[in-house]
Nanobody, 114 residues
Framework: QVQLVESGGGLVQAGGSLRLSCAAS????????MNWYRQAPGKQRELVAA???????NYADSVKGRFTISRDNAKRTVFLQMDMLKPEDTAVYYC????????WGQGTQVTVHS
């Protein structure tokens, strides 16, 4: 009964901000690496941001300096703060948990318009 429940997606003007949240259940949250992926129509899924169980982070070059991933183990939640959004950030964003296996959220739409 693993669940990754996402929230925070929506429609935003270029230059604006959104914060995505992913609440996890059914896993030992603290030992899982948590990741955000995105997929635009007609394109492959790509890793946007990652955070390890110890809190180390990594970002795709395209979002570095604009996006911040964080986790709150007590709340069993991972966040993606997205600032200075661009139209090319438009995609479905997926939460992923990884330890020995992978689990995925349902995806949440982020649309950035000018």
């Amino acid at each position: 009964q693993v669940q990754l429940v996402e929230s925070g997606g929506g429609l935003v003007q270029a230059g604006g901000s959104l914060r995505l949240s992913c609440a996890a259940s059914g896993i030992i949250f603290s030992i899982n690496a948590m990741n955000w992926y995105r997929q635009a129509p007609g394109k492959q899924r790509e890793l946007v941001a990652a955070i390890t169980s110890s809190g180390s982070t990594n970002y795709a070059d395209s979002v570095k300096g604009r996006f911040t991933i964080s986790r709150d183990n007590a709340k069993r939640t991972v966040f993606l703060q997205m600032d200075m959004l661009k139209p090319e950030d438009t995609a479905v964003y997926y939460c992923n948990a990884h330890y020995s296996t992978d689990y995925w959220g349902q995806g949440t739409q982020v649309t950035v318009h000018s």
